[in-house]
């Protein structure tokens, strides 16, 4: 199994321009979920998803959006990029909910630069 | 008051050494509890999850105390492999998201 996988790896976007980050498991997991991680800061949750068709906001959705039409794939949508979105993204997959001690494994990351 | 909350640190310990680490959490409804080891520019890995009974595995002792609302994780003949990032971990109220904390790093020098 190749896990969870993540691309790109790196990009840089100008100020204003529209990208999706990739992100696919092949665990057939139910849950997937996507974080950003900014310097010295933990983990914060932008959205999750429950299921296929089935999506939530986080804790800071804005300015992100997400779809999630089959159960292998959670691409995240970044419209009209700002600076503040400069971060490192982290993708995550688990086969139940997170309040029943089911392990979250994460993709590589992607790491975006928006100038 | 911050969700999960943990000393950043760094420690830095020699190898050998025993290091604790500590953590506090707000919500009193969280059921799940985990650390997780994040090394640089990598992606979190599930170091332990935390029962209430406590758990060992190897080396790695976690500890939670409900009633304080706290979590520890012990390491004990630090290696140098160990240098990391440690993440406290807890569910959120509704169970369906992790809350993370900021991370304590260790560096363990020879």
């Known amino acids: 199994n190749a896990g969870v996988t993540q691309t790109p790896k790196f990009r840089i976007l100008k100020i204003g321009q529209s990208m999706t980050l990739q992100c696919a498991q092949d665990?057939?997991?139910?849950?997937m979920y996507w974080y950003r991680q900014d310097p010295g800061m933990g983990l914060k949750l932008i959205y999750y998803?429950?299921?296929?068709?089935?999506?939530d906001k986080g804790e800071v959705p804005n300015g992100y959006n997400v779809s999630r039409s089959t159960t292998e794939d959670f691409p995240l949508r970044l419209e009209l990029a700002a600076p503040s979105q400069t971060s490192v993204y982290f993708c995550?997959?688990?086969?139940?909910?997170?309040?029943?001690?089911?392990?979250?494994?994460f993709g590589p990351g992607t790491r975006l630069t928006v100038t | 008051r911050k969700e999960v909350e943990q000393d950043p640190g760094p420690f830095n310990v020699p190898e050998g050494a025993t290091v604790a680490f500590n953590c506090t959490y707000s919500n009193s409804a969280s059921q799940s509890f985990f650390w997780y080891r994040q090394d640089c520019r990598k992606e979190p890995k599930l170091l332990m999850s935390v029962y209430s009974s406590g758990n060992e595995d190897g080396r790695f002792t976690a500890q939670l105390n409900r009633a304080s609302q706290y979590i520890s994780l012990l390491i004990r003949d630090s290696k140098l492999s160990d240098s990391a990032t440690y993440l406290c971990?807890?569910?959120?109220?509704?169970?369906?998201?992790?809350?993370f904390g900021k991370g304590t790093t260790l560096s363990v020098s020879s």
């Open positions: 995550a997959s688990s086969y139940g909910p997170s309040g029943t001690f089911y392990e979250q494994y």
């Open positions: 971990v807890a569910d959120n109220q509704a169970g369906t998201a992790l809350i």
């Open positions: 665990m057939n997991h139910n849950y």
């Open positions: 998803s429950v299921g296929a068709g089935i999506t």
